[in-house]
């Protein structure tokens, strides 16, 4: 299975690599993430427990992270086993590019799977592999620039709410460094 998308973050690409390297902002971006230890150097180990159509599995592996050129690209590898219902592989290639303001990060995934989610067919794979990017992208997006913004109040409800910050709040992890 092959994946490439793009996403634009409003932050600098040195706040956005930091984020790719940080355990705890990787271990709240993973949907399912149950633990992730270790480090950006000697590489991590992950438990996540995914449902992939019927089979729920829970899945214990490793990410290393290679081919690093600070703050531009890097290389993620990762591959974990799910006892019965299989085994997963893969890797993506990171890059982050200064735009604007802030960093079009644009990744290009290539993963297989094996074992009886194989067996659920391309379709249901492809479908969860590209939902599960999106949510740990929007998670990671959303950890460094704040949630998404609601939607304009009218006047009624904006005198309701004075005092209130127009200003977009930062994200936790934009907090954490800045």
């Known amino acids: 299975m092959k994946l ?3 996403r634009h973050i409003a932050a600098d690409p040195a706040t956005v690599w930091a984020a790719v390297l940080n355990p705890q902002v990787l271990q709240a971006c993973v949907p399912g993430c149950e633990s992730l230890t270790g480090s950006p150097t000697d590489g991590f180990e992950a438990v996540v427990v995914q449902k992939v159509g019927p089979v729920k599995a829970r899945f214990t592996g490793t990410v290393t992270l290679s081919e690093m050129n600070e703050p531009h690209s890097l290389r993620i590898t990762g591959e974990g086993k799910g006892g019965v219902a299989g085994f997963a592989k893969g890797g993506a290639f990171v890059t982050m590019t200064a735009e604007g303001t802030g960093t079009k990060l644009t990744y290009d995934v290539d993963a ?4 009886k989610i194989a067996q659920l067919g391309s379709r249901i794979i492809d479908g969860f592999a590209k939902n599960f990017a999106e949510e740990f992208f929007n998670r990671f997006q959303s ?17 309701a709410d004075e005092g209130t ?8 992890f934009r907090r954490l460094i800045g």
């Open 4 to 6: 490439a998308e793009e």
């Open 112 to 115: 297989s799977v094996g074992g």
């Open 143 to 159: 950890a460094i620039e704040g949630p998404e913004q609601e939607a304009p109040v009218d006047a009624a409800d904006a005198s």
């Open 165 to 172: 910050q127009d200003t977009p709040k930062k994200g936790w």
